[in-house]
């Protein structure tokens, strides 16, 4: 039979909201748009082969190569989404994140107090079977709520 499954209800029993700060995203939108205008201006003057056509802009493949899994990155840090609930841990990502509750080995807040803002606190977890998954998020009560699973986790492995 084994032991007991470890049960955790949030409060409220369903939490959802972004996974990154309004900030953050803006810093990142940015990164990409300017990436972008710095990288079409450097087309335009012909530093990828002296050719400001089609035959510079294959020069410069890699370069949009990069830009492109930049921006592609940047669309997941803005609509990407964690909720937390009885059941477990769901973020919504390049792949989506799962993290079921009763699978809980560890459980780990990380974060720095201040720049919540700046910074996406990340929540550490690992299962029975040594799988690590990080999830971010911002929202104050997800935070609370993920400090107060961690210590209760902590709690019940001890027994």
């Known amino acids: 039979m084994g032991p007991e499954p470890f049960r955790f209800i949030p409060s409220p029993e369903v939490l959802e909201g972004p996974a990154f700060s309004r900030t953050f995203q803006g810093i990142t939108l940015l990164t990409v748009l300017a990436s972008g205008y ?20 294959r020069s410069a493949g890699w370069f949009v ?21 009885a059941q477990g841990l769901h973020q919504t990502w390049i792949w989506d994140k799962h993290q079921s509750l009763d699978e809980l ?13 700046l910074m996406a606190p990340r929540f550490y ?6 799988k690590f998954t990080v999830f971010y998020m911002t929202r104050p009560s997800m935070l609370e709520n993920c400090s107060r699973l961690s210590k209760e986790l902590e709690t019940f492995r001890r027994m």
Do not use: C, P
């Not at 190569?65 to 609930?85: E, F, N, P």
């Open 125 to 130: 977890t690992r299962t029975l079977a040594g």
């Open 105 to 117: 080995a560890y459980a780990k807040l990380l974060r720095v107090r201040g720049l919540e803002w």
């Open 65 to 85: 190569m990069g830009w492109a899994l930049l921006a592609w990155t940047a669309w997941h840090v803005l609509r990407s989404r964690v909720r937390i609930d």
């Open 38 to 57: 710095w990288l079409l201006s450097l087309w335009q003057q012909g530093k990828f082969g002296g050719d400001t056509g089609w035959n510079g802009l």
